[in-house]
């Protein structure tokens, strides 16, 4: 008599074993699906709306979208979708140079793929003339290219707040459980995944609405190429700016919650005591053997996890089976 197999999301597992995780390229697809849904849902909604209406719907529309692809991928990448969030990561220790440099590229690259798609559309509406002009009104700038004329110092420091702000929202509500989270032995998506969606979308919504009165800051460095690359040639020059504040200030939150995570393991060694000899310490309950001992790895999606441990196979065949960052 045959079974079906348990689905994979419910299967219980034995005690002290990790969660299986999807490999490098599935992760790499769902980044980059992903940053392409927020790219069109944020530069697609101002582009296609009025003029004169409210700029609510805009800020609106791309923190939902931010809160949906975190819902859908999360569980499959960790649901960066944004290359501040990634260093972030990298500088908390969540994340390898090598999945943070893949993260980054398929950002870039699904953020590319959704600015196109808008652009074509553009192309093939007979009230615009000039699909870059349009462009204009949706890429960030400062100066002569602010709604409020804000100078470069202005946009430089918000930048680095609003992206400081997401990165520690993200750290500090997904934790280390978003992806793999375990229940009483059972695989589940983990209840951090869902606040951690709906924090990080509600704080992009909330940074949008500021950073459009400023000059359309996008707090989002993906976001900030795709729009500028189908711009007039102005936008390239200040691209920049763009690119850097964001990024420093996801560094000096990744820097923050790494000393956090120190500090914290520190009391929590100190709170444990002298660890016990191996002869009164191996049992586990009810007197079932201990279980092996865990590989302490960093998880691509949220920074924890553990592995098994496993024969050493070469670096390129972990990095690529997802087994390393």
């Known amino acids: 008599m045959s079974m079906s197999a348990p689905d994979r999301h419910d299967a219980v597992l034995p005690r002290g074993t990790a969660a299986p995780r999807p490999g490098l390229l599935p992760r790499l697809g769902a980044e980059a699906f992903g940053t392409l849904f927020i790219v069109v849902a944020g530069l697609g909604v101002p582009l296609f709306t009025i003029p004169d209406s409210s700029p609510l719907p805009a800020a609106l529309a791309a923190g ?44 870039l690259a699904g953020g590319l793929a959704g600015a196109l798609a808008l652009y074509g559309i553009l192309r093939t509406l007979p009230g615009i003339t000039d699909s870059r002009t349009a462009f204009d009104t949706v890429t960030a700038g400062f100066g002569e290219h602010s709604i409020i004329q804000a100078p470069l110092a202005a946009v430089l420091l918000l930048e680095m707040l609003g992206a400081a702000i997401i990165v520690a929202v993200f750290l500090g509500t997904a934790g280390r459980d978003i992806t793999f989270g375990r229940e009483n032995g059972r695989l589940n998506a983990g209840d951090n995944g869902g606040r ?79 660890a016990l000899p191996a002869e009164s310490g191996a049992a586990g309950e009810a007197g079932e053997p201990a279980p ?27 990095f690529f089976d997802g087994k390393r960052g």
């Open 64 to 107: 939902l979208a931010v809160t949906a692809a975190m819902l859908a991928f999360a569980r499959v990448s960790g649901g960066h979708f944004n290359p501040a969030i990634t260093v972030g990561h990298l500088l908390a220790g969540r994340i390898r140079a090598g999945a943070a440099a893949a993260y980054v590229g398929a950002q």
């Open 196 to 274: 951690a969606a709906v924090a990080v979308g509600l704080s992009f919504a909330v940074l949008l609405q500021l950073g459009q009165s400023v000059g359309n800051l996008p707090f989002n460095p993906a976001r900030a190429v795709s729009s500028a690359l189908f711009s007039s040639g102005w936008a390239v020059g200040q691209l920049w700016v763009f690119l850097a504040a964001p990024l420093v200030g996801a560094a000096i939150a990744g820097l923050v919650f790494r000393s956090f995570g120190a500090a914290a393991d520190a009391d929590a060694a100190a709170d444990a005591g002298p």
């Open 292 to 318: 092996e001992a865990q590989a302490v790895t960093a998880d691509e999606g949220t920074g924890g996890g553990t592995d098994a441990p496993r024969p050493r196979a070469s670096e390129a065949q972990e």
